[in-house]
């Protein structure tokens, strides 16, 4: 990827197939990679060689416009820092981005996400007036309120303390049950990794094929709403 | 959603809580800044110019040697104008014993249309403003006319046929009249009586004028539908022309005006591209969310675009009422100052101020914005993939240019504006290069010290890019604040100065050949000082020739000099006239004319063309060797054409003579004026009063003018205070939290602080130093010398502001638990 110093290889050889409604957890070491992947996958960031698959579509022969149409209709996303818009209220920053992604009502979309995250009394509290815990579930309910057939979740729990975060992991799984909503989540947690269907292992810049978990529930390969990359 | 929809949703979100309101500011202070000073200066500019047209006693006189016809004061009626009827005529004036030529000046009720007549009941008695005229049968006389003539108040004096009773004496009159030399003294009568006279049958030299005044927009109406059926010896003057030492007070108010406005419009700019740069860096994440959640590129950037333009709409309608309001504020304040009403306000200046603001933002908002159109959407997980802000393209210098030009356009002096412009970004760069190099030093320095120096060094090299900025921007401000102090204080004053003290006060005309000798040794004996005494011949111009081609015929030229002229004669060129064109001549040349250059160009002379006049019955002709630049405000005793010394020989001749007299010898100079009653003295100690008032005004005007534009200044420097304080409480939290004691941050950040005041104040005072001097130099005429208590304002008034500043925005952070900062940041 083209980075401020230059350009810079970050994973290779990767192949990897995700189907709709599994989940997967990559995990490794910091600077192995994971992030950099996560973003290739979501289609933020596009691959030097190879190809991805998102939802059926070849990121490669979509522009960033078209990249950015596929991830609006299909795709949502959570983030370790929570990256809520400190000048919009809880309310505003869900609204925000089911207006972007052209979903009708979003108001009252909103403020059902919000009512399942079981925060329907801070919906007009800014981010700075919410506690770390009640932040990540703002972006939770952001990430799930436009039904995403797939969400990427960027160290979810990483800023939260363990009993916060096991709140959060659960409520995360949860939708993913009950949307049929592929996960792939990065994380350091080894506890929120065995949650998934299948770990794989990111070493310095390649992944390591992915392993069942006892958890693991295989998706569902029909409906080709997961993610392909090679 | 489009991007209109996205736009709106934007502003409003982001608008209440705050985030938007920076870049709103700096909009609205710039529009308000330029709204305000140019509303203002548009009005006071009128304002004076309708002051200086009180020379005219109107705002418009139409004048001619025989009577005007009806229509014109018909059409000045129906435009809603008052007007006046007055007739001048110079005439002798007979007393009991004694008889001297005279103006006589009469009027109608009413008169004067602008300013007011000062009388006074003796000679020893203090004078009065009046709102009246000489009932018939009585007349005002000039207190030179008492000794003229040798009678007192009460007494009766003959105007053709008429008897007139002395019944006040005339001290000032608005339109005393161009120039000291015309003047016999003044008796100012009833129209009537004068009209009942006799003495305004044919060939009678009298000049018959109608004087008219009111709204601005119906004098120009007048003068535009009046000026082109004008015919031969018919003349329209209009307040904008008045006479020469006006006309230069007034020139120097515009120029102290335009360096008010135009040190607003830079630090306006200034301070929107502050906040732009601000607001652009703080809509980083929110882009990259934006792209992330799928949004397109170009849906985002005509949202960013259309939010920028909402800003400036509402920027400008803040800024615009409150240039408005300010504009308002200070014409209040002014208005007891102001001898004169201030005209109402024009629409003009707004619309100027808003499209400057829209031109502004797009030059200085836009490109940081539309920069943004490169943040990718990887950001959101990666930071360091932030790219550099592109290097912008050269396309964006137009609309800032043309920002500019609009303010040159409005205060119209492209000289003046281009030396402002080109110091300032002169200074920029100086201040950018010196900070730099500092920055390169307290990188080394840091490395070296420790505890709180080393927070508050390391901080400043840490920054070096925005610390570069924010001394540029301090200095700017700063340099714009003191440069205030100098106009202000200094350049006044030091330009008020540059008038001598002893500025020639008194006129003695009608001097005989056999009493120059009598009249210099005693004005030399009563202490007058910067004496001079000049030959004066009154003359016809007969003949003008072009380069030996006859030119008009034995027709003298049109145009306000008539064929008959003053002429005097000199062997080196005189005091406070400069040669322009040709060369003046050498001791021995004969058969030489010098023409001044108002006249050359009213009349349409140049050299080489060659001039017969008609004096007594005598001819001379001369050639034109000679056009000379005549400071005319100088007082002293200066004629439109300078002969050869020779022509003394040949012309009937007496002698003027102009001198500074100190007040006790006023007695000894009536004596004399008495012992030669055919000289009169004319003290222009009231007009010099008169120049001096109106520079009074002037400064202050322009005084109230830099009060907003140090508003302005203020703004700029708290911009670029804030522009960084997020960064330096983060920071600060953080050594904090390392376990730094209060001690340690505070003095750190004071330290970061007071360097960087050090290197603005330093660049700062020097700049406006420099360009105080250019300014006194080019465009004031004089030298200007600075003075200590400028460096010492500058450094004083950098640290409280500064340090003072930066305090106050920061002394927060020593009171607040760290991790709140940490968490909120």
């Known amino acids: 990827m083209d980075a401020p110093g230059g350009r810079l290889k970050i994973v290779k050889d990767i192949s990897l197939d995700l189907n709709a409604g599994q989940t997967l957890a990559i995990v490794g070491a910091s600077g192995s990679g994971k992030t950099t992947l996560l973003g290739l996958l979501a289609g933020l960031e596009t691959p030097t060689a190879g190809n991805i698959w998102l939802a059926g579509q070849n990121l490669g022969d979509l522009d960033e416009d078209g990249r950015a149409r596929l991830r609006r209709a299909r795709v949502g996303f959570v983030f370790q820092s929570f990256h809520l818009l400190p000048s919009l209220t809880a309310l505003e920053n869900v609204m925000l981005a089911l207006e972007i992604g052209r979903v009708d009502k979003p108001r009252e979309r909103a403020l059902k996400a919000l009512g399942q995250v079981g925060l329907e009394h801070r919906l007009n509290h800014y981010p700075r007036q919410l506690s770390g815990g009640e932040q990540q579930r703002v972006a939770i309910a952001r990430a799930f309120a436009g039904n995403p057939a797939i969400l990427f979740a960027d160290e979810p729990t990483g800023n939260l303390d363990r009993k916060t975060g096991d709140a959060v992991a659960d409520l995360l799984f949860d939708l993913n049950r009950d949307r049929s909503t592929a996960l792939v989540l990065v994380t350091h947690d080894p506890r929120l990794a065995e949650r998934c269907a299948s770990v794989a292992t990111m070493d310095d810049g390649h992944l390591q094929p992915a392993a069942t978990t006892d958890s693991g529930a295989a998706g569902d390969s029909r409906k080709a709403a997961g993610v392909r990359g090679a | ?825």
């Not at chain 2, 929809?5 to 609205?28: D, H, K, V």
């Not at chain 2, 009246?132 to 008492?146: F, R, V």
């Not at chain 2, 983060?730 to 340690?744: K, Y």
């Open chain 2, 1 to 825: 959603m489009n991007s209109a929809t996205l736009s709106g949703r934007l502003l409003l979100r982001q608008g209440r809580s705050g985030t938007l309101w920076m870049l709103i500011a700096g909009l609205a202070v710039a529009t308000a800044a330029l709204a305000a000073v140019s509303l203002f200066t548009d009005r006071v500019g009128r304002a004076l110019e309708r002051q200086a047209g009180e020379v005219l006693a109107a705002d418009v006189v139409v004048s001619d040697r025989n009577p005007l016809p009806t229509e014109i004061n018909a059409r000045a009626t129906e435009l809603g104008l008052t007007t006046n009827d007055m007739i001048t005529l110079s005439t002798v004036l007979f007393a009991e014993q004694t008889s001297a030529l005279f103006d006589v000046k009469a009027v109608n009720d009413g008169y004067p249309l602008r300013g007011a007549l000062k009388v006074a009941d003796g000679l020893d008695e203090p004078d009065r403003t009046t709102d009246g005229i000489p009932a018939p049968g009585t007349a005002w006389i000039a207190p030179s006319g008492l000794r003229s003539l040798d009678i007192e108040p009460g007494a009766t004096v003959i105007l053709g046929e008429r008897e007139l009773t002395i019944q006040r004496l005339l001290t000032y009159e608005p339109d005393q009249g161009g120039g000291p030399f015309q003047l016999s003294p003044r008796l100012l009568v009833n129209l009537a009586d004068l009209e009942g006279s006799s003495l305004l049958g044919a060939g009678s030299r009298a000049r018959y004028r109608l004087l008219a005044a009111g709204e601005e927009r119906a004098v120009n109406r007048f003068v535009n539908r009046t000026e082109p059926e004008l015919s031969g010896r018919q003349r329209l003057e209009t307040a904008g022309e008045a006479q020469a030492q006006t006309d230069e007070a007034l020139e120097q108010a515009r120029r102290f005006l335009a360096v008010a406005a135009l040190t607003a419009v830079i630090l306006a700019a200034v301070a929107v591209l502050l906040a732009a740069m601000r607001f652009s860096r703080a809509q980083r994440d929110l882009i990259a969310i934006l792209k992330a959640f799928g949004a397109e590129s170009n849906e985002v950037m005509h949202a960013i675009g259309l939010l920028l333009l909402w800003l400036v709409l509402l920027a400008t309608a803040l800024g615009g009422l409150a240039g408005v309001a300010g504009q308002y504020l200070i014409a209040q304040i002014l208005s007891a100052q102001m001898s004169t009403p201030l005209p109402g306000m024009r629409l003009q200046p707004l619309a100027g101020s808003a499209l400057f603001t829209l031109l502004l933002a797009a030059g200085f908002a836009l490109p940081p914005l539309l920069s943004l159109k490169r943040v990718p959407p990887m950001r959101i997980l990666n930071r360091s993939l932030d790219m550099p802000a592109a290097r912008e393209r050269i396309i964006w210098l137009v609309p800032i240019l043309a920002a500019l030009a609009i303010p040159v356009y409005e205060l119209g002096d492209l000289q003046l504006a281009l030396l402002m412009l080109g110091g300032s970004a002169l200074l920029a760069g100086l201040l950018a290069l010196a900070a730099w190099g500092a920055m390169l030093l307290t990188r080394r320095l840091s490395a070296r010290a420790s505890g709180a120096w080393r927070f508050g060094l390391a901080g400043l090299s840490r920054r070096r890019g925005a610390s570069i900025v924010q001394i540029t921007a301090l200095g700017l401000g700063l340099m714009a604040l003191l440069l205030l102090m100098v106009v202000r204080g200094e350049l006044i004053g030091q330009w008020r100065d540059s008038l001598p003290a002893e500025t020639p006060d008194h006129f003695m005309v009608n001097i005989q050949p056999d009493q120059y000798d009598q009249v210099r040794e005693t004005l030399e004996e009563i202490g007058a000082r910067q004496l001079q005494i000049r030959p004066m011949a009154n003359a016809q111009l007969t003949g003008l020739s072009e380069k030996g081609s006859l030119k008009g015929g034995d027709e003298p030229p049109e145009g306000g000099f008539t064929g008959q002229v003053n002429v005097s004669w000199i062997d080196s060129i005189p005091p406070a006239n400069e040669i322009v064109e040709g060369e003046f001549w050498g001791s021995g040349d004969r058969g030489q004319i010098s023409v001044a250059r108002r006249w050359a160009d009213r009349v349409g002379v140049a050299v080489g063309d060659r001039m017969t006049f008609d004096s007594g019955g005598r001819e001379f002709s001369a050639e034109i060797t000679s056009i000379r630049e005549v400071e005319w405000n100088s007082f002293n005793v200066n004629f439109f054409l300078l002969l050869t010394p020779e022509a003394g020989e040949f012309l009937p001749h007496q002698f003027v003579a102009s001198f500074y007299l100190p007040p006790a010898g006023a007695q000894a100079l009536d004596e004399l004026a008495r012992s030669l009653p055919n000289t009169s003295v004319l003290d222009v100690g009231a007009l010099i009063e008169r120049v001096f008032e109106i520079i009074n005004q002037v400064s202050q005007a322009a005084q109230v003018v830099f009060a907003f534009t140090l508003i302005a200044g203020l703004v700029v420097l708290l911009a670029a205070l804030e522009a960084t304080r997020d960064q330096r409480r983060t920071e600060a939290a953080l050594i904090r939290t390392l376990g730094a004691d209060n001690a340690t941050v505070r003095n750190g950040l004071l330290i970061e602080y007071a360097i960087m005041a050090a290197i603005a104040a330093a660049l700062a005072t020097l700049g406006a130093a420099v360009t105080g001097w250019i300014m006194a130099d080019e465009l004031f005429g004089f030298d200007y010398q600075p003075g200590i208590g400028l460096f010492a304002l500058g450094f004083a008034s950098s640290a409280l502001l500064i340090i003072g500043a930066g305090w106050l925005g920061n002394r927060s952070v020593l009171t607040t638990p760290p991790v709140r900062i940490l968490r909120a940041g």
